[in-house]
T-cell receptor, first 116, second 115 residues
Framework: AQTVTQSQPEMSVQEAETVTLSCTYDTSESDYYLFWYKQPPSRQMILVIRQEAYKQQNATENRFSVNFQKAAKSFSLKISDSQLGDAAMYFCAYRGPLGSNYKLTFGKGTLLTVNP | DTEVTQTPKHLVMGMTNKKSLKCEQHMGHRAMYWYKQKAKKPPELMFVYSYEKLSINESVPSRFSPECPNSSLLNLHLHALQPEDSALYLC??????????????FGPGTRLTVT
């Protein structure tokens, strides 16, 4: 079974600094999809960024980027120029190949605090 | 428009009550999901509807009864709940559940308290 591990239950960062959240996963598949979701105190889960395993290029969305290391099964999220609004719980999630298990497997989450 | 709406935002119910949660999306998505989320935990999948048919029930107790009246609407009927069912209930949708359009968009959730 696929597992997703977020080894940092909590992280903090100073405003305008850079922080990296780690995520590792275990799968026997070669094709799959990885996501980072953000859940602020307002509760809504928001998709931050996604990465297709067949793509070698790391995904980037504005201040958010990932470091995808397929061989190491690592998928870390880097937040640059951190803002107060980035404070949230961040969940890493895995989805299997198309046509197979549709489920999202979530990590336990990392609570990010942004200090002014 | 990437919006999934959920009503009500908060719900308090007794163990003998019957209530319903509602989820709506107008993005043309054909897969809709119900998740349960406890505080500081990741969401747990409960049900998946694909093309208005129940495709997955993750062994959820029968006191939770999902319904998909049309492609835009998903309900969760609640009856005889237990205090441990208190949680945030999230709805999500995606264009398909197995196809290439795999991203799930979440609603804001309904905070349920069972007394």
């Amino acid at each position: 079974a696929q597992t997703v591990t977020q080894s940092q239950p909590e992280m903090s960062v100073q405003e305008a600094e850079t922080v990296t959240l780690s995520c590792t996963y275990d799968t026997s598949e070669s094709d799959y999809y990885l996501f980072w979701y953000k859940q602020p105190p307002s509760r809504q889960m928001i998709l931050v960024i996604r990465q297709e395993a067949y793509k070698q290029q790391n995904a980037t969305e504005n201040r958010f980027s990932v470091n995808f290391q397929k061989a190491a099964k690592s998928f870390s999220l880097k937040i640059s120029d951190s803002q107060l609004g980035d404070a949230a719980m961040y969940f890493c999630a895995y989805r299997g190949p198309l046509g197979s298990n549709y489920k999202l497997t979530f990590g336990k989450g990392t609570l990010l605090t942004v200090n002014p | 428009d990437t919006e999934v709406t959920q009503t009500p935002k908060h719900l308090v119910m007794g163990m003998t009550n019957k209530k319903s949660l509602k989820c709506e999306q107008h993005m043309g998505h054909r897969a809709m999901y119900w998740y349960k989320q406890k505080a500081k935990k990741p969401p747990e999948l409960m049900f998946v509807y694909s093309y208005e048919k129940l495709s997955i029930n993750e062994s959820v107790p029968s006191r939770f009864s999902p319904e998909c009246p049309n492609s835009s609407l998903l309900n969760l009927h609640l009856h005889a709940l237990q205090p441990e069912d208190s949680a945030l209930y999230l709805c999500a949708s995606s264009l398909e559940d197995r196809g290439p359009s795999y991203e799930q968009y979440f609603g804001p959730g309904t905070r349920l308290t069972v007394t």
